[in-house]
């Protein structure tokens, strides 16, 4: 818009409703750029998310191994204990 019809504009209701709605989707627009941006800032670098997401995994697979001997080491209770004393009694 050149700086001629901006009286047109404002003299006119239809005028008034054009800038209006101009003004509230600038306003929108720079809302959701602030949100966004706060979003980013609040959000951790990508290479501390992935090393946290590979360390997530390891513990995950580390507590199923733990949960996996344990229940051998149920089952099989007798010949744990027996490979145990077998093992302390060479050492």
């Known amino acids: 818009m050149s700086i001629p019809t901006i009286p047109l504009l404002t003299s006119n209701p239809i005028g008034w409703a054009v800038l209006g709605t101009a003004g509230y ?10 949100t966004k941006a706060e979003e980013q800032i609040e959000r951790a670098p990508l290479h501390d998310r992935v090393v946290k997401g590979t360390m997530k995994c ?14 051998t080491r149920a089952k099989y209770s007798t010949m744990w204990s ?10």
């Open 58 to 71: 390891a513990y995950k697979a580390k507590m199923k191994v733990d949960e996996s001997l344990s229940d």
């Open 25 to 34: 989707l600038v306003y929108r627009s720079g809302k959701k750029a602030g």
């Open 82 to 91: 027996d490979a145990r004393d077998e093992v302390t009694a060479k050492a």
